[in-house]
């Protein structure tokens, strides 16, 4: 095999396949959000820290701004635009409008993705073990308090 | 935030990844990309090629030998280490793991990332030096061992020479560890970290942060006198950074060093 | 006024006492969620256009160099490169924006780009466009700026003596500088029994970092001249008032679109460098081009908060504890550009005596550049930097004369009986009961056990404090205060625009002229109108975010200054009342009676009293729209109501410096404990209270969520948040990694509690409260000095960012900072 500095990439985003063709430097965040038009992840720092752009990948939490497009490829990936359905949305995104877990809605996506991965993983997580779960996910609004609050509350 | 052109292929054998790395001075083994992806978004660094080791079963694993001996895929990750039943074989390293940056990190960050990048801030390198592990690097003639203390050569340089891999950590069974550290925030990066280990007969302490290797002391005692005279003899010169001046990174190797014994002699 | 308590384990405020009628007070679901929680929010960087071009900026390494040769042949040689923006073409194309001090800041040219010179790390020098991102970045590398290096200033104190100069169009670094002097601070001096000096305090440098970037797209109309901006600015009437000028155009061509931005806190109100540079390259492109600013360059060039210094404080004080006031030499650090800043010379006057009624208070106030990142109002602008220095001084004085912090603070503080209370410079606090929010506090944080949790803590090793910060947020401004640093200025008042219309299906529809960044205006402003015009939050349609073509701006129109809840709705209620007296007058003439017997009621105007004599909305939006024969010539309604609120303020005696420069002031007093590693230097904030006094909440949960998020963002400048410099002027600070903010695992768990003293200046008795006032800072400086210090004894805190190292040197060097402290006593 050879390395190749362009690449067609097929991915199951939400469902859905797409099959792009990609440089090999793309991001997978720009790659989704750019490429194709899934904005609702987003960026908000440039290491790695903030976890705006948190998606699932196969099943497991990851930030896409540390990854390149061309290592998703044949990958299942999973963002906040496939949490609802039909429009309704879900036990989860409901506690966090009920809490107030969200003010500007910049970090909201990332930080569901983060908390989809712990309830799923962990089906009463202590409040210890919420924070640990959002711990990569940055948020300069809210100060976590209702985030957490509405983790707990959709756990139960 | 934006890399500079690069070419990438994900191979999926050893012999493959050897060969692509081989093939050009510019290339790069990538495991979790949690430190090389940012180094190139950054542009601090631009590899020509990244060799993708993601596919290669066999790097990938967590075995506990008959003897006790863990023997770690240089692409398991932390959160594989922390999930592990055998990992339990020695506490330390999933409770270590367990207090990098955050889930995301700790799902795509590999041990053999770690200990391949040698950022002085680290937690493995001192963590592995301390209670002896050996990493094993193949390279197109063969394979050979190197022992922890002898692997970290300086910054972002290790025993893994170009063309070459790291495949997998060894580590002996055991309990009687302890790791220390002041980070920045819960989890965060570490203004200086010490890890201690009684479990290979005498005492051995190897502290992070302070200089571009992890530095290896062997007090003799656990006794406190013992453990500060060590550290005062090795003379550190730790960096300075916002985070801490070279006096409190000296001061701070004095404090966590003695809680590290401490706690590896609470758990011996 | 109501009062809540809040029992220890749950950390949220349980709400007691009545429920209020209506939707005004009740925590409705916000309208902004369900987009943003599906990810269906609009940013700017979400906005795409056919072939639009992204901008690179390239940036200056150097701290401050002359520019010798701007060179960007290579980059234009770089396929898929559109085009290149450099200083000389912008000081050609345009002129330098206006600045609001006096001579010599007055003098200061700033343009889009860097003319000439560089002034800072990361002063924009040149821009490329080009087809993609990556792009863009790699043709960024290829342009070639010839630098001469010059000498470089980075400490305020060092600038005041001009031997580097950064403007030489003005000749000095001191943008301003003034003497404030109220009362007879000599007479206090004379009359005082002890008198405490300090000799120096710090504010440090920090800032809110939103988390979403700044940034815009901008397209540019050929055959108008209209430029569209799809960005994140949170002011744009200003923005405005900066660009058009500059651009030489009339303000009505710069149209500002945002629907929803992540996070402001003043952070985004002076992006119009950068929005100038794109507005030229889409001009000069014919394309639209979009700049997505990176976190890095958000840290080193776009704005920091004020870092201020305070010297020579003297405190007279009398025997029984009565403080009579203060004197301060401050200067104050504005960075490379002052831009907005001038007014931060003035505005920490709207809180002079911060929570006190010390009526002799002298400021000599200096503001100087320096090379580093220009300054902005970050969340507390400039109030927060001043409040700090009033507890400090409190907790100081305290502490030096032994006597009991609390005892302390509530003899001097405002009294509740005396609001609403002039301050010794003419700003009137309207309402509020200081000595209640912090009897409630002190209950959230068991200060009855302190002792208790003082010896447990030593049992283990550690050391203990606990303290309390108290802190005001003054909002609406009233922007004469600006004419107290330039009389020239002709900016004086406060105002704020909201339409409200019926339409042709009797659809209620609200345009803002704010630019919410996460605030909820969208959901209190259905409340307001709800309210008034009998129907529900859910009838009422408040259009996102905002756009200037929706004709609901003014002036001062934005988010910023914890003015919403007065400003925002303040003309919310005056459009709807207005509007409510149309629907009632038009149905007046439908029904042939007064329109006194109409009432609103379930979306309805109806006869009071007769029911069946009713007219829904659709009926009165159809008539007077499409079915309008035979209405009265008279009948003045359009059923189309545009509202500017406009807040009573005179204009302020310039030459007393007196006057009432806010309308409204809340409350927040917070109490921190903090257990301290004395072998390190590490410590932890073990507990936290945080009592907040808004006056009349429109919204609960809002209001909460607000404290909470001023709450965290104080605690991570007085831990780990700082933008320091090396002495080269490189900012050490450029990112998340190193800039430690909380995240989920550093919150303390913390106990909220609120009274409501409504205020009786504004529509709705409520205060704008948004920014907090930085009561996180001001209590964990107090803690670490209560743990740290006894009275006469052990190390001061003097600095508002005290990290891990800088409490080990407070530990291991007390005499260092002790004498930065004496007391004199007669």
């Known amino acids: ?156 | 935030m934006l890399l500079r052109e690069v070419e990438y292929a994900r191979p999926a054998s050893v012999q493959e990844a050897l060969r692509l790395l081989g093939a050009n001075d510019g290339a790069r083994a990538l495991a979790g990309g949690q430190t090389l992806i940012n180094v190139m978004k950054a542009r601090a660094a631009s590899p020509d090629v990244l060799v993708d080791l993601a596919d290669i079963g066999e790097l990938r694993g967590i075995e506990l030998g008959s003897d006790g001996t863990l023997e770690l895929g240089a692409m398991t990750t932390y959160t594989d280490v922390i999930d592990s039943a055998e990992a339990r074989a020695r506490p330390i390293l999933g409770e270590v793991c367990n207090q990098i940056a955050d889930v995301q990190v700790r799902n795509r960050g590999t041990l053999g990332g770690n200990v391949c990048s040698n950022d002085p801030t680290n937690h493995l390198p001192p963590l592995l030096v301390a209670i002896g592990a050996t990493m094993t690097i193949i390279a197109p003639g063969g394979e050979r061992s190197v022992s922890a203390a002898e692997f970290f050569l300086g910054v972002y340089m290790t025993a893994v020479g170009p063309g070459e891999l790291l495949t997998k950590i060894s580590v002996p069974p055991g309990k009687g560890d302890g790791f220390a550290s002041v980070p920045i925030g819960k989890d965060g990066t570490c203004i200086v970290n010490v890890a201690a280990s009684l479990d290979g007969g005498a005492l051995r302490l190897a502290i992070g942060c302070v200089d571009s290797v992890p530095v290896l002391l062997e007090p003799g005692s656990t006794d406190d006198d013992a453990v500060r005279t060590a550290v005062h003899g090795a003379n550190l010169d730790p960096p300075w950074d916002v985070h801490a001046s070279a006096d409190y990174r000296r001061h701070l190797a004095d404090v966590l060093a003695l809680r590290a014994v401490a706690q590896a002699a609470g758990r011996k | ?826």
């Not at chain 1, 910049?106 to 983060?114: F, I, V």
């Not at chain 3, 025997?319 to 301060?328: E, I, N, R």
């Not at chain 3, 006894?790 to 800088?806: A, D, F, L, Q």
Request: aromatic share 8%.
């Open chain 1, 1 to 156: 095999m050879d390395a190749v500095s362009r690449k067609t990439i097929t991915v199951d985003v939400n469902g859905e396949q797409f099959e792009r063709e990609v440089d090999a430097r793309r991001l997978l965040i720009h790659f989704i959000r750019d490429d194709l038009d899934l904005t609702g992840s987003h960026i908000g720092c440039d290491t790695g820290n903030c976890g705006a752009c948190s998606v699932l990948l196969d099943g497991t939490l990851v930030k896409s701004c540390m990854m390149l497009a061309v290592q998703a490829d044949g990958a299942k990936i999973e963002t906040v635009e496939g949490l609802a359905r039909d429009g309704e949305l879900n036990g989860l995104q409901q506690a966090f409008s009920d809490h107030h877990a969200l003010q500007c809605g910049y970090c909201t996506p990332g930080m569901l993705m983060s908390a989809t991965a712990l309830l799923r993983q962990n089906k009463s997580p202590t409040e210890d073990e919420i924070r640990k779960g959002i711990q990569g996910n940055i948020c300069r609004c809210t100060g976590y308090v209702n985030i957490v609050e509405a983790i707990r509350a959709a756990a139960q």
């Open chain 3, 1 to 826: 006024m109501t009062e809540t308590t809040v029992t220890p384990e749950r950390p949220l405020v349980v709400e007691e006492g009545d429920v209020k009628p209506g939707f005004i007070g009740q925590s409705v679901p916000r309208k902004e969620d369900k987009r943003l929680v599906q990810g269906e929010g609009v940013f700017f960087d979400d906005v795409k256009r056919h072939e639009m071009g992204y901008v690179h900026f390239v940036r200056s390494p150097y701290a401050h160099a002359r520019i010798r040769s701007v060179d960007v042949a290579k980059a234009l040689e770089l396929d898929g490169v559109y085009g290149t923006l450099t200083g000389d073409e912008v000081a050609i194309l345009t002129d330098p924006f206006f600045e609001l001090s006096t001579p010599p800041g007055a003098n200061i040219k700033d343009y889009a780009l860097a003319v000439g010179r560089v002034r800072h790390v990361g002063d924009p020098v040149a821009a490329v466009v080009a087809r993609t991102r990556e792009l863009a970045r790699d043709a960024a590398e290829l342009v070639e700026v010839d630098y001469e290096p010059l000498p470089h200033v980075l400490d305020a104190e060092e600038s005041v003596k001009d031997e580097v100069v950064l403007h030489d169009d003005a000749g000095s670094n001191t943008v301003w500088s003034g003497v404030f002097d109220w009362g007879d601070f000599d007479a206090a001096l004379a009359d005082a029994d002890h008198v405490v000096r300090i000799e120096r305090l710090h504010f440090d440098r920090f800032s809110s970092t939103p988390l979403e970037c700044s940034g815009c797209l901008v397209e540019f109309n050929r055959g108008t001249g209209q430029w569209t901006i799809h960005g994140n600015h949170q002011m744009p009437g200003v923005g405005a008032i900066w660009m058009a000028p500059a651009l030489r155009v009339g303000i009505d061509k710069l149209r500002f679109v945002s629907q929803d931005i992540g996070g402001g806190f003043g952070n985004k109100i002076t992006l119009h460098p950068q929005y100038t540079a794109c507005c030229l390259l889409a001009r000069k492109l014919n394309r639209p081009v979009q700049w997505t600013e990176w976190r890095t360059d958000q840290h080193t060039a776009n704005t920091h908060g004020n870092e201020r210094t305070f010297l020579d404080i003297t405190v007279p004080v009398k025997a029984d504890g009565t403080m009579l006031g203060f004197s301060v030499r401050a200067i104050d650090d504005c960075g490379a550009f002052p831009r907005y800043e001038p007014l931060g010379c003035i505005i920490w006057a709207q809180v002079t005596p911060g929570c006190y009624r010390w009526r002799n208070i002298r400021v000599d106030f200096t503001q100087v550049c320096t090379n580093k990142s220009p300054v902005a109002p970050n969340r507390g602008y400039s109030r927060m930097q001043h409040l700090w220095l009033t507890e400090r001084i409190v907790d100081i004085v305290a502490g030096e004369l032994g006597l009991d912090p609390i005892e302390v603070r509530k003899k001097n503080y405002v009294k509740h009986e005396e609001f609403p209370y002039e301050t010794p410079n003419g700003c009137v606090y309207d309402s509020g009961d200081y000595a209640r929010c912090l009897d409630i506090a002190l209950d959230l944080i068991g200060y009855d056990s302190l002792e208790e949790k003082r010896s447990d803590a030593e049992s283990r090793g550690k050391r203990f404090g606990i303290g309390i910060g108290s802190t005001l947020d003054s909002g609406t401004n009233n922007f004469g205060q600006s004419m107290i640093i330039n009389p020239e200025l002709q900016f004086s008042g406060n105002n704020e625009v909201a339409t409200v219309k019926l339409d042709i299906f009797g659809e209620v529809v609200v345009t803002l002229g704010t630019v919410p960044q996460g605030q909820g205006h969208e959901t209190t402003s259905a409340q307001v109108v709800a309210e008034i015009l009998g129907c529900t939050p859910d009838d009422v349609n408040v259009r996102a975010g905002h756009d200037t073509y929706w004709n609901s701006t003014a002036g001062f129109s934005g988010t910023y200054a914890s003015q919403f809840a007065v400003t925002g709705l303040g003309a919310v209620k005056g459009a709807a009342d207005k509007l409510a007296g149309e629907m009632k007058q038009l149905a007046a003439a439908v029904f042939g009676c007064s329109p006194d017997d109409i009432e609103l009621v379930e979306s309805q105007a109806r006869i009071q009293g007769n029911p069946e004599a009713a007219l829904p909305f659709m009926a009165l939006g159809a008539i007077l729209n499409a079915n309008n024969a035979g209405l009265p010539a008279d009948l003045d309604v359009t059923l189309n109501v545009r509202y500017v609120y406009r807040p009573q303020f005179e204009k302020p005696d310039l030459e007393r410096k007196f006057g009432n420069l806010t309308l409204t002031y809340a409350t927040q007093i917070h109490a921190c404990a903090v257990e301290i590693d004395p072998e390190t230097g590490v410590y932890e904030i073990v507990d936290y209270a945080a009592v907040d006094d808004c006056g009349n909440r429109i919204h609960p949960q809002i209001v909460e969520g607000q404290v909470h998020g001023a709450t965290a963002q104080a605690l991570g400048a007085a831990t780990h948040e700082i933008f320091t410099y090396d002495e080269e002027g490189n900012l050490l600070t450029p990112n998340f990694y190193d800039y430690h903010v909380p995240h989920a695992l550093d919150m303390p768990p913390m106990k909220n509690g609120f009274i409501e003293s409504a205020s009786p200046f504004t529509p709705l008795g409520a205060k704008g409260m948004g920014e907090g006032g930085g009561a996180g800072i001001h209590a964990v400086c107090a803690a670490l000095q209560n743990a740290l210090g006894r009275r006469g004894e052990g190390p001061i805190v003097w600095r508002s960012c005290n990290p891990y190292e800088g409490v080990w040197d407070l530990l291991q060097k007390p005499e260092d900072t002790r004498k930065l402290v004496s007391v004199e006593s007669r």
